[in-house]
């Protein structure tokens, strides 16, 4: 499966424990996004990676998020001490490098995270 | 900051009928990119059509098709000859694409219903 790939597609966290939600992008693609999506909304832009290097972060909450991209593997968004309205979809899009592409991100099936 | 705005969070059309979603957007920008995604409830994410604003055609996509209005900064997107397998949530999303590459930013998205 050449596309994006995420896991897992759904995870069960109680309050207080770590998620880690994996992204494998497109082959070729250098560039990551991870979006949020809460019940009934849009897409909320969280953080923007390239291999090794955070490019834009504007979204993510202050605490108890983080996220990587590193050389080898995937890219990770890790939630510290989940509380209930952590509950969301989690997207992951990746697009190749600027100038051989068409604007499209592309997108994965989602990692959807339930914190009891 | 750049917005978008989708002012109708549901819409429901008779199959075989036309319909279209309204999107409006907000930049200073000048170099961006327009699409519309749509999330059936499998909520993954499918590009249905992409603008670049630098062109002046509308796009289209077999029965979708768009009206890009770039002074009124309106993107609306019409689909005709409505299938049952078009019901889904549909996001409107801008990007800007000028020195760097940028994150895409979503309005809150129209529910699709599709009689038969």
């Known amino acids: 499966n050449a596309g994006v790939m995420q896991n897992p597609r759904h995870l069960v966290r109680r309050r207080g424990q770590e998620a880690r939600l994996r992204c494998s992008p497109m082959?070729?693609?250098?560039?990551v996004y991870w979006y949020r999506q809460l019940p009934e909304e849009g897409l909320k832009f969280m953080v923007y990676?390239?291999?090794?290097?955070?490019?834009?972060e504007s979204g993510m909450p202050k605490e108890r998020f983080s996220a990587e991209f590193p050389k080898e593997g995937p890219s990770i968004l890790r939630i510290q001490q989940v509380v209930r309205g952590d509950s969301a979809a989690y997207f992951c899009?990746?697009?190749?490098?600027?100038?051989?592409?068409?604007?499209?991100?592309?997108f994965g099936e989602g990692s959807r995270l339930t914190v009891l | 900051a750049q917005t978008v705005t989708q002012s109708q969070p549901e819409m429901s059309v008779q199959e075989a009928e036309t319909v279209t979603l309204s999107c409006t957007y907000d930049?200073?920008?000048?170099?961006?990119?327009l699409f519309w995604y749509k999330q059936p409830p499998s909520r993954q994410m499918i590009l249905v059509i992409r603008?670049?604003?630098?062109?002046?055609q509308n796009a289209t996509e077999n029965r979708f098709s768009v009206n890009f209005q770039k002074a009124a900064k309106s993107f609306s997107l019409k689909i005709s000859d409505s299938q049952l397998g078009d019901a889904a949530m549909y996001f409107c999303?801008?990007?800007?694409?000028?020195?760097?590459?940028?994150?895409?930013?979503f309005g809150k998205g129209t529910k699709l219903s599709v009689k038969p």
């Open positions: 603008q670049e604003a630098y062109k002046q």
């Open positions: 930049t200073s920008e000048s170099d961006y990119y």
């Open positions: 999303a801008y990007r800007y694409y000028g020195g760097s590459q940028g994150n895409l930013i």
């Open positions: 899009a990746s697009s190749p490098q600027k100038g051989t592409n068409t604007g499209e991100l592309f």
């Open positions: 990676l390239q291999k090794e290097n955070i490019i834009d």
């Open positions: 082959k070729g693609h250098s560039h």
